[in-house]
């Protein structure tokens, strides 16, 4: 995403309110409110929620969601270029997906240790573990919206006592 660096917040926060459209979408459908955005050139290219409920697919997290949905788009598996939104920050897996397809930023509200306070069930490995010694990882920004991604992430906790991710 090219951005003025004064504007780059403003920008961000922009972006992250369609992924958290799209998390109000999933909670409304039954599931965790996790939603997600790929963005390039101040466009989006995909957007999803977390459907491992409704699929009953572990893997349906949003940012799978919208990785293949992107890649799908542009016909391409090399996604350079692009940011992810993302209202929760990606899993391991997620991270990973995102790694492989070449995702240079990454950009969350809530963390996984938010997250961990409602499930009690995530896999919580710092970043700086995940990226050791790899070459060309995502700039990871987190914390936009982080309010707004938070209590919609706790209003979803309190209505679905015990359920995960």
Not at 40 to 62: F, G, K, Q, Y
Not at 84 to 94: K, R
């Amino acid at each position: 995403m090219k951005v003025a660096a004064d504007s780059a917040p403003a920008v961000r926060e922009q972006f992250m309110r369609v992924a958290l459209t799209m998390a109000e979408r999933g909670m409304a459908a039954g599931g965790p409110p996790v939603g997600a955005c790929l963005v390039r050139d101040t466009e989006v290219i995909a957007s999803a929620h977390n459907a491992v409920i409704s699929d009953l697919d572990v893997t349906a997290h949003a940012e799978v969601a919208v990785i293949r949905s992107a890649c799908r788009e542009l016909r391409a598996l090399d996604l350079h270029g692009c940011t992810l939104f993302v209202t929760v920050e990606p899993c391991l897996m997620c991270l990973a997906a995102s790694y492989y397809a070449g995702i240079g930023e990454i950009c969350f509200g809530a963390s996984l240790l938010d997250m961990q306070a409602v499930t009690g069930s995530e896999l919580c490995v710092p970043l700086s573990q995940v990226f050791a010694d790899q070459a060309d990882v995502p700039r990871i920004i987190g914390g936009i919206l982080h309010a707004d991604c938070l209590a919609l992430l706790n209003s979803w906790g309190s209505q679905n006592p015990g359920r995960e991710r």
